[in-house]
């Protein structure tokens, strides 16, 4: 019985031999494999922070873009609203109509009216009018432009004529001179 209490605990032993050679041959391919991650760690920290110095400068480069576009966003938003002030204020009413130009009547009129040739000429020339020329002047356009009839032309004139066209016909010739000195 020995003999054979010997040979069931050889057959334990070599069972446990197995077991334990089996288990030292994963920890040895586990150490080999970890050794392999851990002499790799550095490259791929390298390359970790080669690709970390990347995104900084893209970060940086994106920055610097977003915001040139918002300052660009602002003077554009500043430029809308400056115009429809501008618009705004263009779209009102005189506050008080005179019957003579103001001071920048001509270039008003030529910026608004985008005058050019013989008209942009007789517009610069009001500028050399003495002002009875200039008020007939503007009694004539206001006519011209359908503000005021030949009657009410005639009595702002304090013209007993029935063609007040004609009497501002000898204004021409003082017109006429002052669009050459223009």
């Known amino acids: ?36 991650r851990l002499a790799d760690s550095p490259r791929q920290t390298r390359l970790l922070e080669e690709r970390l110095r990347e995104a900084e400068a893209n970060l940086a480069s994106v920055t ?27 779209a009102q009413p005189p506050t008080v109509e005179s019957d003579a130009p103001s001071p920048d009547f001509a270039d008003t009129t030529i910026e608004r009216l985008g005058l050019s040739g013989q008209r942009l000429e007789t517009a610069e ?4 009018l003495d002002d009875e020329d200039g008020h007939v002047l503007a009694l004539w356009w206001q006519e011209a432009a359908g503000k005021l ?18 009497s501002s016909a000898c204004h021409r010739p003082t017109i006429s001179s002052s669009r050459r000195a223009a």
Do not use: C
Request: net charge negative.
């Open 125 to 128: 020339a009001t500028r050399w």
């Open 64 to 90: 610097g873009q977003n915001e040139r576009l918002v300052g660009t966003l602002r003077e554009a938003r500043d430029q809308i609203v400056a115009l429809k002030e501008e618009v705004d204020r263009l």
């Open 1 to 36: 019985m020995a003999s054979r209490d010997d040979s069931a605990r050889a057959g334990r032993y070599d069972d446990e031999v197995k077991v334990l050679t089996t288990q030292i041959s994963f920890l040895e391919e586990e150490i080999a494999a970890l050794r392999r």
């Open 149 to 166: 009839r030949r009657a009410d032309l005639a009595v702002a004139l304090d013209l007993a004529s029935s063609h007040p066209i004609d």
